[in-house]
């Protein structure tokens, strides 16, 4: 059984907002029917100030995808469209109080259907950016496209690398053997055997191997946590950098990101960030685990 | 015999699992404690122990209608049984590269299948028809030398339709190839006398029992070419290696013994049940529909697909209910795909998403199937309300041009 919020269950059960608006001016219909997940938004908008009235939800889809169809249209009831645009699948996420790692994809689904909906209000075509790829990591919903794409485009050789560049294979490690697979097709194309023991390049950097000075190094984490400080400012949270310790980049969350129950997720996606535009691996810690270790 | 623990829940997953008997329970625990010895020692502590492994197997055997007591080879569950079977064929006959089973076959053999396909062995799936039966001309013309083995289950667990195994090992013995069956849903539920047919191998599995997890069988037919998947000791003849689960094994010989005295209330009580729960739901429920072959499947099982709703949402609302059921909806898996047993049967994304398997055992009650009897419509027509497919009177026309999302 999954592990659900209080909140999730409390949406599951009590659904808000359940059923069409009557006279909807705005509709949004998404999901993938092979993965068992549909939804139909539908809006009322105010034409002149652009204000959602109304917003009522149709699904066909599991507990958290219920959840998260109620709790989108909460969040978005009294907001302007472009208000509305700015809301993130982790938003939702947030107001139930999380959703297990597998089920994230209910919160994207949320998302894209206000996309959709708006679109349609609009007159424009809404196109999704939807891998269609079998499933690899399960851990942190990776699939097949989705790594054999950057493992092409960055001229990846190791498990190693794919994880740290679309995390697939970071957590349980169950799928190690799948990337594995991956990895030797890939490099098979290109002519190159997969080596299982080959050490990750030290610098699979955009910059073709150079190592980074340490002044230049620092600046670029710099750089990199500036750029994400502005999402974290519109939450009321935010960021700042303590200390470079080798691999491990210490920081400290402040604001709302205090206890919040997504702040490690914050750090992933932070982490995540610094490792694209630096080009290596970094942990990104809390600033309080470098006084533990100290 | 002794009632169930009190519980307010209602259990209807018992092909998932099932209750350990209390009778096995009682059986087991002297050998947690007094009967502590390796049954492989010479000195009384092992012997006695010994002793009673050896009855195990004879209440094996008994139920499984073995010729001898040592076709019956203790493993650590059905899938250990599985791979055991199928690797052991193919490393005994090394120039035959071919495997032939089924596509609704349960992962123990499908994903070892799909590996095997990776070091270059040839896979035959066999596809089965919109009630889940097979081709038997399909499975005759792939007979040949080159085929190590088949493996074909004889229940699926999530309809409970049954393949003609018998029947099927009889055409693999005289075309002279090795036959299998996992017949973890099967045993205990059916009558098996393997003395009386060609079958070569069989697992089971005792958690699916009502003996505990972590105790499995291969019965593997008197001079049967094998290979050991276990190397290191003697035991089980040298067959499996490792120190035997002595508790486990004499809960297992206790529960195959019960699971005998038992054999007609399947047929009777708990077929009786089965088919009163689902006359109950198909009379109050619209659009839905039983899957799987309804006149030749276990008598436990009954596999409703409730159209246009997902099963996830079902079991969450059953569950809130205290009734326990399973779905082959993907969300309830973790595979994020549907069961690949609805969709090898045809059954539209629509309705294979809200397939709930019902599976009963002889502890159920007929006040408990009432019970779901008027637990489900309620919460079909909740769900229904919710659905975009769904309109107040009935499905809308033309569901999927009614509703025909992005991505989809």
Known sequence: MWDYSEKVQEHFFNPRNAGAVADANATGDVGSLSCGDALRLTLKVDPQSEVILDAGFQTFGCGSAIASSSALTEIIKGMTLNEALEVTNQDIADYLDGLPAEKMHCSVMGREALQAAIANYRGEEWKDDHEEGALVCKCFAVDAVLIENTIRSNGLSTVEEVANYTKAGGGCSACHEGVEAILSRVLAEQGKAFDPYAKAPEAASPEGGRKLGNLERIRRIERSIEAIRPNLQRDHGDVELIDIDGKNVYVNMTGACVGCQMASTTLDGIQQRIVEDLGEFVRVLPAKAMRKSA | ?408
């Open chain 2, 1 to 408: 015999m002794t009632t169930p623990p009190d519980t307010q829940g209602i259990y209807l997953d018992n092909n998932a699992t099932t209750m350990v008997a209390p009778e096995v329970v009682e059986a087991m625990l002297p050998f947690f404690t007094e009967q502590f010895g390796n049954a492989s020692s010479i000195h009384a502590y092992g012997n006695r122990v010994g002793h009673a492994i050896k009855q195990a197997r004879q209440q094996v055997q008994a139920l499984l209608g073995a010729a001898q007591d040592s076709e019956i080879v203790f493993t650590s569950c059905g899938t250990e049984s599985d791979s055991t079977a199928i690797l052991s064929a193919l490393k005994a006959q090394p120039e035959r590269k071919e495997i032939i089973t089924t596509v609704v076959e349960h992962p123990a053999i499908l994903a070892l299948c799909q590996h095997l396909e990776t070091e270059g062995y040839k896979v035959h799936y066999l596809p089965v028809d919109g009630k889940g039966r097979l081709d038997i001309q399909q499975y005759m013309d792939l007979l040949s030398d080159r085929v190590a083995i088949v493996s074909v289950m004889w229940a699926n667990n999530e309809s409970g339709t049954l393949f003609p195994v018998q029947e099927m090992a009889e055409l693999a013995k005289s075309a002279g190839v090795l036959f299998h069956t996992d017949a973890v849903q099967a045993v205990g539920k059916l009558p098996i006398d393997l003395k009386d047919t060609a079958i070569d191998m069989l697992s089971l599995s005792g958690h699916k029992l009502h003996a505990p997890k972590g105790i499995g069988v291969l019965y593997l037919r008197r001079n049967t070419r094998f290979r050991p998947l276990l190397r290191g000791g003697h035991q089980e003849r040298g067959r499996r290696a490792g120190t035997e689960n002595s508790a486990s094994i004499v809960g297992l010989g206790k529960a195959c013994e019960m699971a005998m005295e038992h054999m007609d209330d399947e047929k009777t009580t708990v077929r009786a049940m089965r088919d009163r729960l689902e006359r109950g739901i198909l009379a109050a429920v619209p659009n839905c529909f039983v899957t799987g072959d309804p006149t030749n499947r276990l008598p436990n099982t009954s596999n409703i697909a409730f159209e246009y709703i997902e099963g996830e949402a079902i079991l969450l609302l059953l569950n809130k209910l205290g009734i326990a059921a399973s779905s082959g909806s993907a969300c309830t898996s973790g595979s994020l795909e549907p069961s690949h047993v609805m969709r090898a049967m045809g059954i539209p994304f629509t309705a294979a998403h809200g397939t709930t398997r019902f599976s009963l055992s002889r502890y159920n009650r007929m006040e408990e199937i009432d019970r779901v009897i008027e637990a489900v419509p309620p919460i079909v027509a909740k769900l229904r309300k919710l659905s975009p497919y769904w309109s107040d009177t009935g499905p809308v026309s033309d569901p999927a041009a009614a509703f025909a999302p992005a991505y989809a």
